[in-house]
C-alpha cells in the first residue's frame, strides 16, 4: 500500500525566499509521484508530476521537485516566493504503470509574508 | 486542454434527502474516479470505476453511495440519503494511461 507523509501542516516563508515543502511517500513498487495546488474554494490544480526519466521535474509557476528513491522522497521547491504562491499543497502518489487511485497527503498550507 | 467537467458547482441538501453529483470525463479516458475533501482536511480517494463496474473502493464508500456511467459520457456518484457528515468537496477525476489523471473543479455539498 502507498502512503505520504507531509512534514509541516503549516510553512511560512517570506515574498522572495526559498519554498521548500517536504513530501515522503512509501510504496512496494515504483511510484508516480505528484503535487497539487489549491487556492481558497477552489479544486486541485497538478504542479507537476513524476513518472519516469529525469529525476528532477519542473512544473508550472516556477516550482520543481526531484524524486529521490534512495530517500523515498519528493520535495517541492521554488527558488522565490511569490505572495500569489499562498495556497494548500498536496503531494500525493499512485502506482506506476496502472491507472489507480491517488494517495494524498494530509496538505501544507503555505503562508507568503510581505 | 481537454477538462472534467462538474456539476452543480454547490448543491444543497436535506439530511436524508438523495444527492446526484454529476461529471463529464474527458473523453478518451478510460479510468474514473470519485475522491471527497471535507473542509480544511486532506482529499480522500472514494471510488474508482473501469470497464462499467467498481474497480476499487474505500471504506467511506458505504451503501448509500452508488456510481454509474448512464450514457457513455456522464459519470454520476449517488448519495441515497445524506448526512450532516456528507458535507464535503467531492471531486470527480479521470485517466487515460500512464498517470494522466485530470481533476475537475469539484461540488461543494452541504447537508442541511
Known amino acids: 500500500a502507498q502512503s505520504v507523509t507531509q512534514l509541516g501542516s503549516h510553512v511560512s516563508v517570506s515574498e522572495g525566499a526559498l519554498v521548500l515543502l517536504r513530501c515522503n511517500y512509501s510504496s512496494s513498487v515504483p511510484p508516480y509521484l505528484f503535487w497539487y495546488v489549491q487556492y481558497p474554494n477552489q479544486g486541485l490544480q497538478l504542479l507537476l508530476k513524476y513518472t519516469t526519466g529525469a529525476t528532477l521535474v519542473k512544473g508550472i509557476n516556477g516550482f520543481e521537485a526531484e524524486f529521490k528513491k534512495s530517500e523515498t522522497s519528493f520535495h517541492l521547491t521554488k527558488p522565490s516566493a511569490h505572495m500569489s504562491d499562498a495556497a494548500e499543497y498536496f503531494c500525493a502518489v499512485s502506482v506506476m504503470n496502472r491507472d489507480d487511485k491517488i494517495i494524498f497527503g494530509k496538505g501544507t498550507r503555505l503562508h507568503i509574508l510581505p | 486542454e481537454p477538462e472534467v467537467t462538474q456539476t452543480p458547482s454547490h448543491q444543497v441538501t436535506q439530511m436524508g434527502q438523495e444527492v446526484i453529483l454529476r461529471c463529464v470525463p474527458i473523453s478518451n479516458h478510460l479510468y474514473f474516479y470519485w475522491y471527497r475533501q471535507i473542509l480544511g482536511q486532506k482529499v480522500e480517494f472514494l471510488v474508482s470505476f473501469y470497464n462499467n463496474e467498481i474497480s476499487e473502493k474505500s471504506e467511506i464508500f458505504d451503501d448509500q453511495f452508488s456510481v454509474e456511467r448512464p450514457d457513455g459520457s456522464n459519470f454520476t456518484l449517488k448519495i441515497r440519503s445524506t448526512k450532516l457528515e456528507d458535507s464535503a468537496m467531492y471531486f470527480c477525476?479521470?485517466?487515460?494511461?500512464?498517470?494522466?489523471?485530470?481533476f475537475g473543479s469539484g461540488t461543494r455539498l452541504t447537508v442541511v
Open positions: 477525476a479521470s485517466s487515460g494511461s500512464g498517470g494522466g489523471y485530470t
